[in-house]
């Protein structure tokens, strides 16, 4: 063996021992009865588990005291409209004694309920009020599962990619009523459809596929 295979092999060992590595390693083996995936990936340990064992996986981070995974930064939830498991849930956990950050994902279907991680985490509290009203996902067990932040009769669920982007419904205040009134979006002007044609004569010949004979040279004075 030469001594530069010598040295690959030392550096490949030294990556594989890394303290990151080592670490997902550990929640692959405490966790293996409800992991679907422990990887490293962008230097964060990411876990994917069902979305029934979110709560139960949550608890073991937070619990386990080599990984120690004691606070949750944030949960938010991705649109994916085309996938049979519509949402992607995600959690940020950080484990300050470690100073490493796992992320936590869970697929979740269209009308699926996900245990709520605020037996686990307080801090989960609002982040999932946001998620339902965003997302419309729906979180079992949750003490005060209320819109956060549109009105309480609002239509729809603002980040889902089908979401109209006029929404359906305006809210304004009304001065001869004196109050807040809520009423179907009304559009002052028609979306306009753009066939990306030119007015232009020149750009017209173009498109037709007949060479261009305006010379701009010649016209400009």
Known sequence: ?????????????????????????????????????????????????????VAAALALFRDDRQASFTQLIDLTAVDYPDRKYRFDMIYQMLSMQNNMRLRLVAAVGEGQAVPSATSVFLAANWAEREVWDMFGIFFAGHPDLRRLLTDY????????????LTGHVEVRYDDTQRRVINEPVHLVQEFRDFDFL?????????LDGVGNTHDPDKTAK
Not at 153 to 164: A, M, N, S, T, W
């Open 1 to 53: 063996m030469t001594e530069t295979e010598i040295m690959t092999d030392t550096n490949d060992d030294q990556i594989g021992k890394s303290p990151l590595k080592a670490m997902a390693e550990h929640i692959r083996d405490s966790g293996a009865a409800m992991l679907l995936a422990c990887d490293v990936v962008q230097g964060e340990i990411e876990v994917t588990v069902n979305a029934s064992d």
């Open 153 to 164: 009769g609002f239509e729809g669920h603002p980040l889902r990619k089908d979401f109209p």
């Open 198 to 206: 030119s007015p232009w004569e020149g750009m017209h010949t173009e």
